[in-house]
């Protein structure tokens, strides 16, 4: 059994930067890929970043050119750097690890807030 835990939330003001970490219990090459969700209020659960174990990555649009994630094999990390945060960005951000079979795997959530 996988455990995700993330880090990195807290309060910033809209054009600041955030980075959040996701440590997994094991080995993270295990995985095809690793990836990061986030959750408004009221909204359903979306899609923000993915990293491939090759190192490939995609982007929602609406984060393109803002955020970057990448991952650390040695430390079995994968982080999302968000910069020019927005209000909209505001959400529980999850971490998420894809096995070749089997379940995917899900942090508990990091509140991520951008107000002034």
């Known amino acids: 059994q996988v455990q995700l835990v993330e880090s990195g939330g807290g309060l910033v003001q809209p054009g600041g930067s955030l980075r959040l970490s996701c440590a997994a219990s094991?080995?993270?090459?295990?995985?095809?890929?690793m990836g990061w969700y986030r959750q408004a209020p009221g909204k359903q659960r979306e899609f923000v970043a993915i990293?491939?174990?090759?190192?490939?990555?995609n982007y929602v649009a609406s984060v393109k050119g803002r955020f970057a994630i990448s991952r650390d094999n040695a430390k079995n990390t994968v982080d999302l750097q968000m910069n020019s945060l927005k209000p909209e960005d505001t959400a529980v951000y999850y971490c998420?690890?894809?096995?070749?079979?089997?379940?995917?795997?899900w942090g508990q959530g990091t509140q991520v807030t951008v107000s002034s």
């Open positions: 998420n690890a894809v096995p070749p079979i089997g379940k995917t795997y």
């Open positions: 990293i491939t174990s090759g190192g490939s990555t």
């Open positions: 094991g080995s993270i090459l295990s995985f095809n890929a």
